[in-house]
């Protein structure tokens, strides 16, 4: 259950890396120290409104990394994620092992849902799900886009930073 909402959450942090002026241009995650959304608003980081992260994402396949939370530790843990962000509103989501060997497409589950904005936030339900369960608010730190989870376990932290947006779906490596 607990991977479940792992992959869940972190399919929404894909959806913030595309605001690079080169689309396909990669930025190496760098972690903040303190991943709450609060320490991200100290630092004088507003969030993301919906116009922007649609703009960032439609059309574009979205990967990242996942980011350890005092609800969520990963402890050493290395996982990446890849959504693609279709513009009839529906998504796929992959998430990626990569602890064993580094930027593999180590892959085992793929998910299909749909997608929405509101309130600002990516929201996204999967599989048979009726309502939109997970949502996401992003910002945007001048390096990285830092995708915050607003519903669930790891609720006011950042659960991942997108690291590189790709025209098109792109599912074989695309790391």
């Not at 507003?46 to 396949?61: D, F």
Request: hydrophobic share 30%.
């Amino acid at each position: 259950m607990i991977y479940k909402k792992l992959l869940l959450t972190f399919s929404c942090l894909l959806l913030i890396a595309c605001a690079s002026n080169n689309k396909d241009a990669e930025t190496v995650a760098q972690l903040p120290n303190n991943t709450s959304e609060e320490s991200l608003k100290d630092k004088g980081l507003t969030p993301l409104s919906g116009e922007e992260i649609t703009r960032l994402i439609l059309n574009k396949t979205i990967t990242g990394e996942y980011v350890s939370t005092p609800e969520i530790p990963l402890n050493g843990y290395r996982s990446h994620w890849m959504e693609f962000y279709n513009e009839d509103g529906y998504s796929i989501y992959r998430r990626c092992d990569t602890t064993s060997v580094p930027n593999q497409w180590n892959c085992t589950k793929k998910l299909t849902g749909q997608w929405k904005i509101f309130d600002n936030k990516l929201c996204l339900k999967y599989r048979k799900s009726k309502n939109f369960t997970h949502c996401f608010r992003a910002y945007f730190d001048n390096k990285n886009y830092l995708i915050v989870a607003t519903t669930g376990k790891s609720a006011g932290y950042v659960r991942g930073i997108a690291t590189k947006a790709t025209d098109g779906f792109v599912e074989n490596h695309p790391f």
